[in-house]
Structures are given as structure tokens and as C-alpha cells.
């Protein structure tokens, strides 16, 4: 079964400041996608950055960018020049290739921003 | 603006009482799936559809929950009876057809509260 591991439950970061929230997954799967979502205070979810498993270039999103590493099976968020509004909980996400597949999210991260 | 709208956003009921929550999903997305998310657990996928047919529900409870799709406008999640644990928020997202990477649009959720 896959699992998704985000060791880190509470991050802090200065505002401006860059962080990187980590990932590692669990997969005997060759092609799958892996995503990051945040959840702001309103629970909101949603997508910030994907990443397809066949692609070695890292996926990036104006200040988000990730650090997919397959052989490690590891998937990192960077943030960077951090904003009040990047304040929320985050969650990655892994699901196996082709057509809607269970998601697996791990438990999430929760980011404060510090003015 | 498309976005999965659910109803209620919230709500509280007593222990024993039947509960039904409601999810538009996003007009033209045929895949729906249903998320609980609690502190304890995290988000746990509960069931999702594909075309209206059940894929997956190996997640819920059956001896008291229920999803259903009527049409393709509507899915129903029901809690018959309701109990203290199932106090969480429930998500309903949908996805588009045609897709590989699974991405996933989420409602703003249903907070419900059993006394």
C-alpha cells in the first residue's frame, strides 16, 4: 500500500524568508503524480504544485517549487520569499498513473508566517 | 467561477439523528470523491464515483453510512445513525474527465458536530 510521510507538523518561517516543507512517500509504482495542496484557516484546499513521477525537471509555481527526488522517494516544498498569506496547513499528496486512482495524503504540515 | 459548492457548511445534531450532506460537484467533472478529516486521522478518503458508479468505498463505514449520486449534479453522503465520533469535516471534491493526474477540486467542506 502507499503511504505518504510528512514528518514535520509544525513549521515557522520569517516573512520573506524561504522554507522547505519534506515529503517521502512509499510506492512500488513507476509512474505517479505527487502534489502539494494547501489548506488556509477557511479549509479550503487547494492545489499548489504537481509533479508527474516521469518528469526528472522540477515542477515550479511562481514562489513554489519542489525537490522531487525518485530514487529517494522523497518530495519537498520550497516557499519562497514567504508571505503572510502562505500561513496554512499543507498537505502532500501521491496517487498512482492513469485516470482516478485513490489520492493518498499524509497528515500535513502546518506553516506560520512570522511579520 | 466554477467551484464544488456542499451544503450545509455546517451542522450540529444529536447522537442517534440522520444526517445528510450534500455536493454539487463541478458541472462536466465525473468523478467525485468524499474525504473525512479529523485531527486524529487526518483526511481519510470515505468513497468516490466515476460516472455516477461507485468505484470505492471500502473507506466508509456501511453498517451507517451511505453515498449516493441521483444525478450527476448531486452526490449525497448520509450518517444513519449519527454518533459523537463522527464529529469532522467532510469534503466532497470532483475532477475533470479525460485526465491522468488525478487532480482534484475541493469543496469548501461540511463541519458537523454530533452531540
Known amino acids: 500500500a502507499q503511504t505518504v510521510t510528512q514528518s514535520q507538523p509544525e513549521m515557522s518561517v520569517q516573512e520573506a524568508e524561504t522554507v522547505t516543507l519534506s515529503c517521502t512517500y512509499d510506492?512500488?509504482?513507476?509512474?505517479?503524480?505527487l502534489f502539494w495542496y494547501k489548506q488556509p484557516p477557511s479549509r479550503q484546499m487547494i492545489l499548489v504544485i504537481r509533479?508527474?513521477?516521469?518528469?526528472?525537471q522540477n515542477a515550479t509555481e511562481n514562489r513554489f517549487s519542489v525537490n522531487f527526488q525518485k530514487a529517494a522517494k522523497s518530495f519537498s516544498l520550497k516557499i519562497s520569499d514567504s508571505q503572510l498569506g502562505d500561513a496554512a496547513m499543507y498537505f502532500c499528496?501521491?496517487?498512482?498513473?492513469?485516470?482516478?486512482?485513490?489520492?493518498?495524503f499524509g497528515t500535513g504540515t502546518k506553516l506560520q508566517v512570522i511579520p | 467561477d466554477a467551484r464544488v459548492t456542499q451544503t450545509p457548511r455546517h451542522k450540529v445534531t444529536e447522537m442517534g439523528q440522520e444526517v445528510t450532506m450534500r455536493c454539487q460537484p463541478i458541472?462536466?467533472?465525473?468523478?467525485v470523491f468524499w474525504y473525512r478529516q479529523t485531527m486524529m486521522q487526518g483526511l481519510e478518503l470515505l468513497a468516490y464515483?466515476?460516472?455516477?458508479?461507485?468505484?470505492?468505498d471500502s473507506g466508509m463505514p456501511k453498517d451507517r453510512f451511505s453515498a449516493e449520486m441521483p444525478d450527476a449534479t448531486l452526490a449525497t453522503l448520509k450518517i444513519q445513525p449519527s454518533e459523537p465520533r463522527d464529529s469532522a469535516v467532510y469534503f466532497c471534491?470532483?475532477?475533470?474527465?479525460?485526465?491522468?493526474?488525478?487532480?482534484?477540486?475541493f469543496g469548501p467542506g461540511t463541519r458537523l458536530t454530533v452531540l
Open positions: 471534491a470532483s475532477g475533470p474527465p479525460g485526465q491522468d493526474y488525478n487532480e482534484q477540486f
Open positions: 464515483f466515476r460516472n455516477r458508479a461507485p468505484l470505492d
Open positions: 458541472l462536466g467533472h465525473n468523478t
Open positions: 509533479q508527474e513521477a516521469y518528469k526528472q
Open positions: 510506492t512500488s509504482e513507476s509512474d505517479y503524480y
Open positions: 499528496a501521491y496517487t498512482p498513473w492513469g485516470g482516478y486512482q485513490k489520492v493518498t
